[in-house]
């Protein structure tokens, strides 16, 4: 696995809007705070720019990420917001000079197609939190922790135990990223590869049925035969149907369809679509151990 530099002062970093659109001018103060970080901010030319519900047509919002991914000064790529849109052009792009001229990916959400993408190319990157995320609805312990890391500090959780985690010590890569988009990529040459590896879920705005579904499929393609562990994040905003109800929580489902395997689970990861969203590195060596007593997540090696 290809481990991208971390950052440095005075270090370029890219902005782009790979899916859904921003109003405009809507990332000033955003864009101001990660230029306090002592990074200059470069903004991809279609950053504002509307297609119906997409930060531009396919061929701008295209144009803006071949432009950062082959411009040797930019260290760093942002993705300013999800939505829905990067699986338009996720065919398109010509990753190779990522594998030539590693940089990291930052994004969660619809970004987990790219984010999938990198990490079967070999280049690590980071599910975490989007500058449109860095307002009010972000917590500071977020930005904070994503700022450490992309500077090359230690990235240690211990997190509090959770009565349906599963016990058990592995040390393996991270992958996965959004639920739907997960599952949207199985059977595609984009899959994610998760054979040995920990995989990491949330989800948003999804009916209980449906994250029943999207389990049982990626229980039929295979996805949790030869994992390491199991970490599930956020599930927000989860519906139930009006009238006959489902029966379970959104954790009681995820909980069902893995228990026949043998990996360390942990619920309740500060990761998704919430105020908290702490940075996870996918491609770099983690230390999982779930106890009894809590869990601890360490990428200090």
Aim: hydrophobic share 40%.
């Amino acid at each position: 696995m290809i481990i991208p530099p971390f950052l440095k002062p005075k270090d370029k970093i890219g902005i782009i809007a790979p899916a859904g659109r921003l109003a405009p001018n809507t990332l000033s103060e955003e864009l101001i705070e990660l230029n306090s970080w002592d990074l200059e901010v470069v903004e991809g030319r279609f950053l504002y720019h509307t297609h119906h519900r997409f930060a531009g047509n396919d061929q701008q919002r295209l144009g803006d990420i071949q432009e950062m991914l082959e411009r040797p000064e930019i260290k760093a790529i942002f993705c300013a917001r999800g939505g829905y849109g990067t699986s338009r052009i996720l065919d398109q792009i010509n990753f190779s000079s990522l594998k030539e001229n590693p940089k990291w990916i930052i994004g969660f959400s619809d970004i987990t197609t790219f984010l999938c993408l990198a990490n079967q190319l070999g280049v690590a990157c980071i599910h975490g939190i989007m500058p449109s995320q860095f307002g009010q609805k972000a917590s500071q312990a977020s930005k904070e922790m994503l700022k450490n890391f992309l500077f090359g500090k230690p990235l240690v959780y211990n997190l509090l135990s959770h009565s349906l985690n599963k016990t058990g010590n592995v040390q393996a890569e991270i992958i996965g990223g959004n639920l739907s988009l997960l599952a949207h990529l199985t059977g595609t040459s984009t899959q994610a590869r998760t054979k040995g590896k920990i995989l990491f879920i949330e989800e948003i705005g999804e009916h209980l049925y449906h994250i029943d579904r999207m389990m049982i499929q990626l229980k039929r393609a295979g996805i949790f035969q030869d994992l390491a562990g199991l970490i599930v994040g956020h599930f927000t905003e989860i519906k139930d149907n009006d009238t006959v109800k489902f029966g379970k929580t959104a954790y009681q489902i995820v909980k069902e369809h893995i228990e026949e395997y043998n990996f360390p689970v942990c619920f309740g990861f500060p990761a998704g679509h919430e105020e908290i969203n702490m940075p996870l590195p996918f491609g770099l060596k983690a230390n999982f151990k779930v106890e009894e007593s809590g869990t601890t997540l360490n990428f200090r090696g």
